[in-house]
């Protein structure tokens, strides 16, 4: 019964903290790219801050997972949340005030650092849960973000009055002061020692583990789906700026995106329990070529909703299957360098994808910029059909059995 209760206590924590770095995440994403594009030397790198924010992700995200591993779950958060969380929200207000761009492009940077750590707050729900509640566990936290969806947007266009003298400052203000929320809460968390490695547990090289083929789709899926929406993610404010769009016109087609990338997060664990993984990835890759398909018959209001609709929740089903993939192929004691390889090659296609998404908007147009995302859709497609048939050829012998269905 006090496990029980236990597990409750830091999903619910998880859950919370995922819910506060969400609004950080949605702001960034929504609003940045616009500021970009009033301080930068050229349109081209009007998304820059955002890549920049990648970017720090991409050079923490390993780091992280290694220093998690040496100090636990907790510290780490408490970690990433300071110095990323509110030294970032509060250097990107001193940018805006000063409007200096690199300075943004700095306080950026400070926010993907926060982003590094936070992204193993799923992984934490697996290591505080136990085996038979993991797939929900994971979908809980992920399941933060449906508050977010309504609060980030929100956050991006009501709270850039917040100071009247230095406007569009006032959401990176707010960013710093719910990472300060977020630090006091990390510090009630308390991992199960069983959620921890143990000295002297055998582990395997990395080698033997990324040759797994429920490895390879695992990363695939991950990498391939975040990529796509955030590189779409981050060009949809500034197509819909060149159409005419207002900012709340624009806040509301993000919160309805990211309601698609989380609210499924509810069910998605048991939609994983009674499909198996490899349907929720294939339904993931078809709901994301459904985006690139209505983004090409027109730029309305309608048109953008549906399609970033449907690319949020396209995201939702490969992201979240592929981290509850990925924790079937892993040691305890393997987990840091496992979860941090894969999380630094996603996040080096993200930072890529979110560079190359004003240049391929300014170059491309809306349009063909999303035609352009089909390739790698099939052939996440096609990599989980492989493993699927694959794995249905073989004797059973996961620990999962869903996995390979």
């Known amino acids: 019964m006090e496990l029980a209760r236990l597990e409750k206590h830091n999903v619910a924590i998880l ?5 506060l770095f969400m609004v950080a995440s949605i702001t960034v994403m929504t609003l940045s790219g616009v500021v970009g594009q009033q301080f930068s030397p050229s349109p081209e790198l009007a998304t820059l801050p955002i890549a920049m924010t990648m970017l720090g992700t991409v050079v923490s995200t390993l780091p992280a ?3 998690m591993k040496r100090v636990g779950r907790r510290k780490g958060f408490i970690t990433g949340a300071t110095l990323g969380g509110i030294l970032g929200g509060l250097l990107s207000f001193a940018a805006i005030a000063q ?3 690199w300075l943004f492009c700095a306080g950026s940077l400070l926010l993907g650092l926060y982003q590094g750590f936070a992204m193993y707050y799923r992984f934490a729900a697996l290591d505080v849960a136990s085996p038979a509640f993991r797939s929900r566990a994971i979908s809980f936290v992920m399941a933060g973000g449906v508050a977010a969806a309504f609060l980030g947007p929100w956050n991006a266009s009501v709270a850039t009055d917040l100071i009247a003298t230095v406007p569009s400052g006032g959401p990176y203000l707010v960013i710093a002061i719910l990472a300060l929320v977020a630090t006091g809460l990390l510090t009630q968390l308390k991992v199960p020692t069983s959620g921890e490695p143990q000295i002297g547990e055998p582990s395997r090289s990395m080698s033997a583990i990324v040759t797994q083929p429920r490895f390879m789709v695992a990363l695939l899926a991950g990498a391939v789906g975040y990529a796509i929406m955030i590189l779409v993610m981050t060009a949809t404010p500034l197509a819909m700026r ?4 207002e900012m709340e016109q624009i806040a509301f087609i993000m919160q309805w995106h990211v309601l698609g990338m989380f609210a499924p997060s509810f069910v998605t664990g048991s939609l994983i329990a009674r499909f198996g993984i490899t349907h929720l990835l294939l339904t993931g890759t078809l709901l994301m070529a459904g985006t690139a398909l209505i983004t090409n018959l027109g730029v309305s209001v309608i048109h953008f909703w549906v399609a970033l609709v449907l690319l949020g929740v396209g995201w939702n089903f490969l992201f979240v299957g592929g981290s509850t993939l990925l924790s079937t192929v892993h040691s305890e004691a393997e987990r840091g360098k496992v979860q941090g390889i894969n999380d630094l ?12 998404s004003g240049a391929l908007l300014y170059r491309l147009g809306w ?12 052939l996440v497609a096609l990599v989980t059909l492989w493993y699927r048939l694959s794995a249905a050829s073989q004797p059973r012998t996961s620990p999962s059995p869903q996995a390979e269905k």
């Open 15 to 19: 859950v919370i903290s995922q819910m």
């Open 65 to 67: 997972s290694l220093y």
């Open 99 to 101: 409007e200096s761009f």
């Open 242 to 245: 060149a159409q005419g769009f």
């Open 345 to 356: 090659i996603i996040f080096s296609l993200v930072a890529i994808g979110s560079l190359m």
């Open 367 to 378: 349009e063909a910029l999303n035609l352009a995302m089909l390739p790698p859709i099939l």
